[in-house]
């Protein structure tokens, strides 16, 4: 008889935490929209009644053209990917004012269904990258009613203006018409989030200082902003007199949230799917001078600027292209809030890489995706050949893929932890309560004494769920897990009751083998093979 995981248990917690959200029942639909649901400080997207993990790839910025969509689908199934992030162009979707152009849409929902995955859509309008090079011809054709950033020096930057109601009016109606088409078109909620402009900012320019901005810039600062951000300042109090030195990036940030905010609202009152806006990053660690990267975007240090300011936007989500364990960690740490759900919408695609998913998982991200899914295929400069299958990203989902409900669901229920390899540092611990995990990452090696040193390139992770006080889920990729008791004076020492391998399938774990001997007299080592135990552990 085939037992039954002790997540399976849970659902009455999922039950409540779907309550803190209106509650699956009161919304009263057999496929309910998807949506996110806070608890304790985790989330979770829920999709089709149940948690979702996007294992998601992104798409190259001009790949959701017909003619090179086929190459995208075949990386999507290469990689094991569940979700697509595919772009939406306005210049594409808008040719004529007022003259909306769907076709490109309902194919990318076409080919989506055709290949059993979900999309998130990304609205290419305003911004991209910081730039408006994707505004309509018509548009780039009356610059009068689109124009740039000025900068210090009074001379235009490559940045689009928050401060122009006839842009604002005309991005407003064309995300109001795709949103109402998705709503029509879309009955089966293959797209499940879409992401509102891409990297919001401006380059070489703090903030625009056209003569609309200056006049803005000596007003009063809302007072819903100096409210949110604990702010007490004279009335009337300008942006200089209360923010000081970051008033120029503050107010910038303001502005753009406005602006993008209230696009969000539109298209959100057509058709309600969770929206994120995504952010170019800043040094996390060292607090860099806005002139040194995008200022206005969701940077993490105007996070909170931008959830007043833009409340119809569900998740302030960072693009991290940060390789190195001390950056890519700290991001994770500071957009992984109980007022924004973590989520990775743009990331490196490397072996190396591939290990912060797990750490993301950790973290509590509803979803993680590398860019470019489509790119060209690299040389392996890897030891490891399994790692040249997509960089690494196929390995992740093969495993992850078959229990992401799952893994969604113990994540808003915080039972996730991860272990990630640091180069030279080739052994993790991960405190469990009454047990410890120790990792040690490295090829599988057998015997006593015989203790993995570390892969060639620091490629090692680790995923542990914690089911009960002696139940766990584990799996990783190329190291060892062993446990053992975390009072340093206990005397017993720790047991495999039973190692069971096997694999998630509809909400239950199916025993392919039980493990024992060398499989387990060494520790529990894993190689590069999507591998899954369930281990209860005992003491003698």
Same mark, same amino acid.
């Given at each position: 008889m085939k037992r039954l995981p002790r997540f399976i248990l849970s659902g009455m917690v999922f039950a409540a935490v779907a309550g803190l959200a209106g509650g699956l029942a009161a919304r009263g639909a057999e496929n309910p929209l998807p949506h996110l649901v806070q608890k304790d400080g985790h989330h979770a997207l829920i999709v089709d009644g149940a948690p979702f993990l996007i294992l998601g790839g992104q798409s190259h910025n001009s790949s959701a053209w017909p003619?090179?969509?086929?190459?995208?689908?075949?990386?999507?199934?290469?990689?094991?990917?569940?979700?697509?992030?595919?772009?939406?162009?306005?210049?594409?979707?808008?040719?004529?004012?007022?003259?909306?152009?769907?076709?490109?849409?309902?194919?990318?929902?076409?080919?989506?269904?055709?290949?059993?995955?979900?999309?998130?859509?990304?609205?290419?309008?305003?911004?991209?990258?910081?730039?408006?090079?994707?505004?309509?011809?018509?548009?780039?054709?009356?610059?009068?009613?689109?124009?740039?950033?000025?900068?210090?020096?009074?001379?235009?930057?490559?940045?689009?203006?928050?401060?122009?109601?006839?842009?604002?009016?005309?991005?407003?109606?064309?995300?109001?018409?795709?949103?109402?088409?998705?709503?029509?078109?879309?009955?089966?909620?293959?797209?499940?989030?879409?992401?509102?402009?891409?990297?919001?900012?401006?380059?070489?320019?703090?903030?625009?200082?056209?003569?609309?901005?200056?006049?803005?810039?000596?007003?009063?600062?809302?007072a819903e902003l100096l409210k949110a951000l604990g702010k007490t300042a004279p009335a009337g109090s300008d942006w200089p007199a209360v923010f000081g030195p970051d008033a120029d990036e503050y107010f910038h940030a303001w502005s753009v949230a406005h602006f993008i905010g209230q696009v969000a609202a539109a298209g959100k009152a057509e058709y309600p799917l969770p929206l994120y806006c995504n952010a170019a990053l800043r040094d996390p660690l060292t607090n860099p001078a806005a002139t040194t990267y995008e200022s206005g975007g969701p940077t993490d240090n105007v996070l909170g600027i931008w959830k007043v300011a833009a409340p119809a936007i569900d998740v302030l989500a960072p693009d991290i292209y940060m390789a190195d364990s001390a950056h890519y960690l700290k991001v994770l740490e500071l957009y992984s809030r109980p007022d924004n759900a973590l989520f990775i919408p743009e990331t490196i695609g490397s072996p190396a890489v591939s290990r912060y998913c797990f750490a993301a998982l950790a973290r509590g991200a509803i979803g993680w995706s590398p860019f470019g899914i489509d790119r060209e295929p690299r040389p392996t400069t890897t030891q490891h050949a399994a790692e040249s299958e997509t960089d690494g990203l196929a390995i992740n989902y093969r495993l992850l893929g078959p229990m992401m409900r799952e893994l969604a669901q113990w994540s808003v229920e915080g039972r996730l932890q991860a272990a990630i390899e640091e180069k030279d540092q080739p052994q993790q611990?991960?405190?469990?309560?009454?047990?410890?995990?120790?990792?040690?990452?490295?090829?599988?090696?057998? #015997?006593?004494?015989?203790?993995?040193?570390? *892969?060639?390139?620091?490629?090692?992770?680790? /995923?542990? %769920? $914690? &089911? =009960?006080?002696?139940?766990?889920?584990?799996?990783?990729?190329?190291?060892?897990?062993?446990?053992?008791?975390?009072?340093?004076?206990?005397?017993?020492?720790?047991?495999?009751?039973?190692?069971?391998?096997?694999?998630?399938?509809?909400?239950?774990?199916?025993?392919?083998?039980?493990?024992? #001997?060398?499989?387990?007299?060494?520790?529990? *080592?894993?190689?590069?093979?999507?591998?899954? /135990?369930? %281990? $209860? &552990? =005992?003491?003698?």
């Amino acid at each position: 008889m085939k037992r039954l995981p002790r997540f399976i248990l849970s659902g009455m917690v999922f039950a409540a935490v779907a309550g803190l959200a209106g509650g699956l029942a009161a919304r009263g639909a057999e496929n309910p929209l998807p949506h996110l649901v806070q608890k304790d400080g985790h989330h979770a997207l829920i999709v089709d009644g149940a948690p979702f993990l996007i294992l998601g790839g992104q798409s190259h910025n001009s790949s959701a053209w017909p003619a090179t969509m086929p190459a995208v689908w075949t990386a999507i199934e290469a990689a094991h990917a569940n979700t697509l992030e595919v772009p939406v162009y306005w210049e594409q979707f808008e040719p004529e004012p007022g003259k909306f152009d769907y076709t490109m849409v309902d194919q990318l929902l076409a080919g989506a269904r055709e290949h059993q995955v979900r999309l998130v859509l990304l609205w290419f309008a305003t911004w991209k990258n910081g730039s408006s090079h994707y505004l309509p011809m018509w548009l780039k054709q009356q610059p009068e009613l689109c124009p740039l950033v000025l900068g210090k020096d009074g001379k235009p930057v490559d940045s689009p203006s928050p401060h122009t109601p006839a842009l604002l009016e005309a991005d407003t109606r064309a995300f109001r018409a795709l949103m109402r088409h998705l709503k029509e078109a879309d009955p089966q909620h293959t797209t499940i989030m879409v992401q509102v402009e891409n990297e919001a900012g401006a380059w070489n320019s703090v903030r625009d200082h056209s003569p609309v901005a200056q006049k803005l810039f000596a007003a009063p600062v809302p007072a819903e902003l100096l409210k949110a951000l604990g702010k007490t300042a004279p009335a009337g109090s300008d942006w200089p007199a209360v923010f000081g030195p970051d008033a120029d990036e503050y107010f910038h940030a303001w502005s753009v949230a406005h602006f993008i905010g209230q696009v969000a609202a539109a298209g959100k009152a057509e058709y309600p799917l969770p929206l994120y806006c995504n952010a170019a990053l800043r040094d996390p660690l060292t607090n860099p001078a806005a002139t040194t990267y995008e200022s206005g975007g969701p940077t993490d240090n105007v996070l909170g600027i931008w959830k007043v300011a833009a409340p119809a936007i569900d998740v302030l989500a960072p693009d991290i292209y940060m390789a190195d364990s001390a950056h890519y960690l700290k991001v994770l740490e500071l957009y992984s809030r109980p007022d924004n759900a973590l989520f990775i919408p743009e990331t490196i695609g490397s072996p190396a890489v591939s290990r912060y998913c797990f750490a993301a998982l950790a973290r509590g991200a509803i979803g993680w995706s590398p860019f470019g899914i489509d790119r060209e295929p690299r040389p392996t400069t890897t030891q490891h050949a399994a790692e040249s299958e997509t960089d690494g990203l196929a390995i992740n989902y093969r495993l992850l893929g078959p229990m992401m409900r799952e893994l969604a669901q113990w994540s808003v229920e915080g039972r996730l932890q991860a272990a990630i390899e640091e180069k030279d540092q080739p052994q993790q611990t991960i405190a469990l309560g009454r047990w410890q995990a120790v990792v040690n990452f490295g090829p599988p090696t057998f #015997g006593y004494g015989r203790t993995p040193k570390g *892969n060639p390139e620091p490629v090692g992770r680790a /995923l542990i %769920v $914690q &089911l =009960g006080e002696n139940e766990f889920v584990v799996t990783a990729y190329l190291g060892r897990v062993d446990f053992k008791l975390s009072d340093p004076a206990a005397t017993a020492q720790r047991s495999f009751l039973r190692v069971e391998e096997g694999r998630y399938q509809n909400g239950v774990f199916h025993r392919t083998r039980i493990l024992n #001997g060398d499989q387990t007299d060494w520790g529990l *080592n894993f190689g590069t093979a999507p591998t899954v /135990l369930h %281990v $209860q &552990l =005992g003491t003698f």
